[in-house]
């Protein structure tokens, strides 16, 4: 429009008078005429904006950016740039919003609200990195601006925690210790794993409120956590110093002494605890279960254990308890306490399996097989279609050698479940050492399916095809397994021994079993493979010397009694071969190989 009057004035001029007055008086009334007309419309502009800043007020954002816009045509400042910008951002119309606020930033590149606006714009839009180069900018202009700090050290908290600190430690330089950005830094360097920096934060915090219990305890927290022991029980011992009865800070001292190893001073805060009314019986008997778990390592522990569970005992029957005291009562050999605490755990909760099962699992991965058969036969009564417990009692059967009477278990855990590898890798092997051969092939191939590259199930069934004598099962099962693990010392002695049986690839024989024996020197089976491949080879003076040190190693056996009579046999010492043949064979009477020899004197 400005433009249009401009052409309309120079057009009047043009068309004007030649006299030099009518000239004169033609220029003053355009003159005045321009003034009033630029008056009116700074007025109509400033009107219209009026009523986009009414509108604003109201919430009506879109009439609001309809009457900014009237103004803008008018008037194209930096101001009402902005002022359309912030409807649009709150219609979110982002690329409308941005269009404006770039505008405005383009005409006035010294207003910081105008930044400020674009910075909003492009979080929302989550373009977080154009947002941090603008909030940079607005640093530039002012490096005082408290806010922008803040707002850029949030936007890199998420992907860039070390920029975040670095910019919350400006802040500090410039305002001193503030509380919100300590603890913004406190959990920048927690989560970055940096607990010895994220506890000189909370020292700071310190600073500003030197009395606070709370932040006391979370420096406590990052202490542990850092592994500063000594730091941690020097605050903790400040808290109680002033609250005797705080009993978080009796637990936080107690869990610092359980990472110093300190397990006797822990018990003294644990035994605190337990007298508090304000403890749950839950959290009691965490505490009691730490100590228990700890004390299956370190037998020197049981009688702490026991007397934590003792003292949560004469406050509740609650049958858990009874569990924990009755597994106590086991280990230390005390078998009819264990069976009065068992059954009055079956009393008060036949119906929940989870303790027996927890209980039961927790011997067995400490070894405890004989515990571990005691307690699950007497939870297999109460749960006999429980799979773990049929799983648990199936597998420390197995462990103690007890195969047949593991065997119904195990089982009945592949059945209940016939997708737990655990369940059928295990049944597999019990049936193979119960000669149940055919049938183990097929569990130990369920398992396999469900996992292929499992060494030890391809061990299993490598040993299996060699007892049946197929060679090319047996072959392609083990060349497989060292396919995936070439150094596995099991799978390399097992395929060198199947072959030297066979009298066989013997040089490659001897490679796999060179190999077994240097993993594990003193290990006496791979000895006798080693000594027996040695033996096929005709070498009878290093078979003989493998042999023997198997024998030292690993104590007599029949079938290495047998290998070195064979050996010594070979090596023309009759007398001596028929005198080992007849102890190997009083070990194994059902070896009628072994009898023939000895009848014959010979192999």
């Not at 419309?41 to 219209?48: G, M, R, T, W």
């Not at 860039?160 to 603890?183: M, S």
């Not at 006391?216 to 022991?229: F, P, V």
């Not at 005992?313 to 306490?337: C, F, H, P, R």
Request: net charge negative; with cysteine; aromatic share 10%.
């Amino acid at each position: 429009m400005i433009k249009l009057l401009s052409l309309l004035i120079l057009l009047s001029l043009l068309a004007g008078c030649s006299s030099q007055k009518e000239i004169g008086k033609s220029h003053t009334d355009t003159t005045n005429q321009n003034s009033r007309e630029s008056k009116a419309l700074k007025d109509e502009a400033l009107n219209s904006f009026i009523n986009g800043s009414i509108a604003e007020a109201k919430g009506d954002y879109a009439n609001s950016v309809i009457e900014y816009q009237d103004a803008l045509r008018i008037d194209p400042n930096a101001g009402i740039y902005f002022a359309i910008a912030k409807d649009y951002l709150f219609l979110n119309k982002l690329p409308l919003a941005l269009q404006n606020a770039n505008k405005a930033v383009e005409l006035d590149s010294n207003k910081i609200d105008y930044y400020n606006l674009l910075s909003d714009i492009y979080i929302t839009a989550r373009q977080y990195d154009s947002a941090a180069v603008v909030l940079q900018k607005v640093i530039n202009l002012d490096s005082t601006d408290i806010s922008s700090y803040y707002r850029l050290a949030r936007i890199y908290e998420g992907n860039k925690p070390l920029q975040a600190i670095e910019i919350y430690n400006k802040i500090t330089g410039i305002i001193g210790p503030d509380w919100d950005v300590l603890t913004h830094v406190a959990e920048l360097y927690s989560g970055l794993g940096e607990y010895k920096e994220a506890a000189s934060s909370i020292k700071s915090l310190l600073t500003i409120e030197p009395n606070n219990n709370g932040l006391k305890m979370i420096l406590s927290e990052y202490y542990l956590k850092a592994k500063m022991y000594d730091n941690a029980l020097k605050v903790v011992d400040n808290i109680i110093a002033s609250e005797p009865e705080n009993a978080g800070a009796h637990e936080r001292k107690a869990q610092i002494y359980l990472g110093m190893n300190k397990w006797t001073e822990a018990a003294k805060e644990y035994s605190f605890l337990l007298k508090q009314p304000n403890i749950t019986l839950e959290q009691k008997i965490r505490i009691g279960a730490i100590y228990f778990d700890q004390s299956l390592k370190d037998s020197t522990l049981m009688p702490i254990t026991k007397g934590l569970f003792e003292a949560i005992d004469k406050d509740t029957s609650y049958w858990q308890v009874k569990m924990y005291l009755g597994a106590i009562a086991t280990s230390e050999k005390n078998d009819s306490l264990g069976i009065h605490y068992f059954k009055a755990a079956t009393k008060l909760a036949r119906w929940n399996a989870e303790g027996w099962v927890r209980l039961g699992g927790l011997y067995f991965d400490n070894h405890k097989y004989d515990e571990a058969v005691k307690l699950m036969t007497e939870a297999i009564k109460y749960f006999p279609e429980d799979f773990r417990v049929n799983l648990i009692l199936g597998l420390a059967l197995s462990q103690n050698g007890k195969y047949y009477d593991s065997r119904g278990y195990l089982q009945k855990a592949a059945i209940l479940d016939s997708t737990d590898i655990t369940a059928l890798s295990a049944y597999g092997f019990t049936l193979s050492q119960l000669k149940e051969n055919d049938e183990a092939i097929i569990y130990l191939e369920k398992a396999l399916a469900i996992s292929p590259n499992d060494i030890n199930l391809l061990g299993t069934l490598g040993l299996i095809f060699d007892t049946q004598k197929k060679w090319n099962e047996c072959d392609s099962i083990y060349q497989k397994a060292l396919s995936i693990d070439s150094s596995n010392a099991l799978i390399n002695n097992n395929y060198a021994y199947s072959l030297s049986e066979r009298g066989i690839k013997l040089d490659e024989a001897l490679r796999m079993s060179t190999l077994a024996v240097k993993a594990e020197p003193k290990n006496s089976a791979y000895l006798d493979t080693m000594g027996w491949i040695y033996f096929k080879m005709g070498n009878y003076k290093e078979a003989e010397k493998y042999v023997q040190e198997s024998l030292t190693i690993g104590g007599d056996k029949s079938d290495e009694l047998e290998h070195l009579g064979d050996i010594e046999s070979k090596m023309g010492n009759k007398d001596k071969a028929i005198q080992i043949w007849q102890k190997a064979l009083d070990m194994d009477k059902t070896n009628t190989e072994l009898k023939n020899k000895i009848e014959k004197g010979e192999i």
